[in-house]
T-cell receptor, first 116, second 110 residues
Framework: EAGVAQSPRYKIIEKRQSVAFWCNPI?????LYWYQQILGQGPKLLIQ????????DSQLPKDRFSAERLKGVDSTLKIQPAKLEDSAVYLC??????????????FGPGTRLTVT | KQEVTQIPAALSVPEGENLVLNCSFT??????LQWFRQDPGKGLTSLLL?????REQTSGRLNASLDKSSGRSTLYIAASQPGDSATYLC?????????FGKGTRLHILP
């Protein structure tokens, strides 16, 4: 079974530029999550999709961040314009009902963003 | 508001020892708790998922316990190995909100 795929793995941009990240979840997983992980911190949930609907985006800075999940599969997360404090690793995860119970999350390798 | 704390922030132990990592949370109304490991520069790898109705889960040398009433979970690692060196994170799910702790950075000394 293929895991969660993310691209790019690394991105360096200047402040005020825009950037987009892509995520492909595990096949059949209805729920997709985007997290921001700042160095030394635990991941912070930015947005959660159930199929192509938003379940929770309460911690998404909506003035500069946007996310979509067209057709309930792939998802993109965009930042426009980027600020220095957006430097972090952006993690995508997916979940579905599994053998060990519901909602076990599986993570992709992440995208490391550096804003200069 | 749910808060998740992991103490200590860092831990070094000699190879072969058994060890316990701690995770505490303030709101006991949770659906489940999940333990992950994270290697430097990598994503998170799921270790164990405990549903709110369960008291513990085991996988190989790992055992995770959950005590909702006291707001605590522990991850027990038996016979530690250098390959266990990583950051261990716990995540609590409640009311569709998922909150992570900051993690415990574990170093196993050969």
């Amino acid at each position: 079974e293929a895991g969660v795929a993310q691209s790019p793995r690394y991105k360096i941009i200047e402040k005020r530029q825009s950037v987009a990240f892509w995520c492909n979840p595990i096949s059949g997983h209805a729920t997709l999550y985007w997290y921001q992980q700042i160095l030394g911190q635990g991941p912070k949930l930015l947005i959660q999709f159930q199929n192509n609907g938003v379940v929770d985006d309460s911690q998404l800075p909506k003035d500069r961040f946007s996310a979509e999940r067209l057709k309930g599969v792939d998802s993109t997360l965009k930042i426009q314009p980027a600020k220095l404090e957006d430097s972090a690793v952006y993690l995508c995860a997916s979940s579905g009902l599994g053998d060990r119970g519901g909602y076990e999350q599986y993570f992709g390798p992440g995208t490391r963003l550096t804003v200069t | 508001k749910q808060e998740v704390t992991q103490i200590p922030a860092a831990l070094s132990v000699p190879e072969g020892e058994n060890l316990v990592l701690n995770c505490s949370f303030t709101d006991s109304a949770i659906y489940n708790l999940q333990w992950f490991r994270q290697d430097p520069g990598k994503g998170l790898t799921s270790l164990l998922l405990i549903q709110s109705s369960q008291r513990e889960q085991t996988s190989g040398r790992l055992n995770a316990s959950l005590d909702k009433s006291s707001g605590r979970s522990t991850l027990y690692i038996a016979a530690s190995q250098p390959g266990d060196s990583a950051t261990y994170l716990c995540a609590v799910r409640g009311d569709d909100k998922i909150i992570f702790g900051k993690g415990t950075r574990l170093h196993i000394l050969p």
